[in-house]
């Protein structure tokens, strides 16, 4: 599956961003979809999935912040950012995993990466 990213720019602090990852392909349901980010210096960490169960799963760090949906009519998946810190700073990645690929919490778990969206918060 081809993931494209869209929706990042440049917010104050306590605003609100909606990322969105539109997908290619026919099976987009039997992936679990997530968002991951990766600010500079660091580790790229998981934010937040939606499994093709329906369930759903976030970092501490944005539960009650962020809320991710999928429309798999439409094939894609969203990340709405609200309360938005500094430290939110970064690039954020799409990715698909595969039914039984591994934890959704492991970048090796993944088959597809989107190429990323820069996120910048000001205070």
């Known amino acids: 599956v081809q993931l494209q990213p869209s929706g990042g720019g440049l917010v104050q602090a306590g605003g609100s961003l909606r990322l969105s990852c539109a997908a290619s392909?026919?099976?987009?349901?039997?992936?679990?979809m997530s968002w991951f980010r990766q600010a500079p210096g660091k580790e790229r960490e998981f934010v937040a999935v939606?499994?093709?169960?329906?369930?759903?799963a976030y970092a501490d760090s944005v539960k009650g912040r962020f809320t991710i949906s999928r429309d798999n009519a439409e094939t894609t998946v969203y990340l709405q950012m609200n309360s938005l810190k500094p430290e939110d700073t970064a690039v954020y990645y799409c990715?698909?995993?595969?039914?039984?690929?591994?934890?959704?919490?492991?970048?090796?778990?993944?088959?597809?990466w989107g190429q990323g969206t820069q996120v910048t918060v000001s205070s």
């Open positions: 939606s499994k093709s169960g329906g369930s759903i």
């Open positions: 990715a698909a995993k595969s039914y039984g690929s591994g934890s959704y919490l492991l970048r090796t778990s993944y088959d597809s």
């Open positions: 392909g026919r099976t987009f349901s039997r992936y679990a």
